[in-house]
């Protein structure tokens, strides 16, 4: 998952804990608790205020978590199992705090919700080879007109929108990040050519791809 802040304060400070799907899923995790780590595919709303005490338990965690990683090259016995126990332990704590704060978002019996729910995981997984409505209509057996109308009710955007979002989102990391040519970039992105790629990231951006990267 890719995320975009759209503001941040001069004063923000920030920790990053970073994994993939396959470390979650392979982290012994049981399956009793798996609502524990729902927050982990809250793509609605996945912020919430901590008190003071709360805060300082989560960076503690991390901070442990991190200095973990650091010293895993140098002490490998067991490291790679106390690794997975530290982070195990966070996921939970994180997970109990979220569902005790946040009131998260939770896919209800309502049609609509379910399917704007399935819609957004699907974008999130296939937004670099399907980019049309009509193709994520077709795989949740819907029309596109009710796609649309349920993601714009729910999130105030339209499928198309959030489609056309997660690519510039994309698009904009790894012009900032990767060092790729503009043309690779847009081989990856799946777009017919450079040409079609700069039109659309213009028409999102009010910059080509090239004049973005300068400015960043």
Same mark, same amino acid.
């Given at each position: 998952?890719?995320?975009? &802040? !759209?503001?941040v ?10 994994f ?21 595919s809250g793509?609605? $709303?996945?912020v919430?205020?901590?008190? #003071?005490? =709360? ?7 991390? %901070?442990? *978590? !991190?200095?973990?990683?650091?010293? %895993?090259?140098?002490?490998? +016995?067991?490291?790679?199992?106390? *690794?997975?126990h *530290? +982070? ?6 994180? !997970? ?5 704060v ?6 209800s !019996?309502s ?12 974008? /999130?997984?296939?937004f670099? $080879? #399907?980019?049309?409505? =009509?193709?994520?209509? $077709?795989?949740?057996?819907? %029309? ?16 198309? $929108? *959030?489609i ?5 989102v ?5 012009l900032?990040?990767?060092?790729? @040519? ?5 081989? %990856? ?5 450079? +040409?079609?790629? /700069?039109?659309? &990231? ?6 080509? @791809? ?7």
């Open positions: 998952m890719i995320r975009h &802040f !759209g503001t304060t001069p004063d923000c400070k920030a920790i990053n804990l970073l993939s799907n396959d470390y979650l899923l392979n982290s012994a995790l049981p399956s009793k608790t798996a609502e524990a780590f729902d927050y982990l793509i609605i $709303d996945p919430v205020e901590l008190r #003071e005490d =709360q805060f300082e338990l989560i960076v503690t965690q991390l %901070t442990a *978590l !991190g200095l973990k990683i650091k010293h %895993t090259r140098t002490n490998t +016995f067991y490291a790679e199992d106390i *690794l997975r *530290l +982070f195990s332990a966070l996921i939970f704590e994180v !997970g109990a705090l979220y569902q005790k946040a009131k998260p978002y939770v896919v !019996g049609r609509k919700e379910h399917i704007v729910h399935q819609f957004l995981k699907l974008v /999130s997984k296939k670099k $080879d #399907e980019k049309s409505v =009509q193709a994520y209509a $077709d795989m949740l057996n819907i %029309t596109p007109k009710y796609l649309t109308t349920a993601t714009r009710e729910l999130t105030g955007k339209t499928a198309g $929108d *959030l056309d979002e997660m690519l510039i994309e698009a904009k990391v790894l900032n990040e990767s060092g790729m @040519p503009i043309a690779h970039i847009a081989e %990856t992105l799946n777009f017919s050519d450079q +040409f079609v790629f /700069s039109r659309f &990231f213009k028409k999102h951006c009010g910059l080509n @791809p090239s004049t973005f990267r300068r400015s960043v």
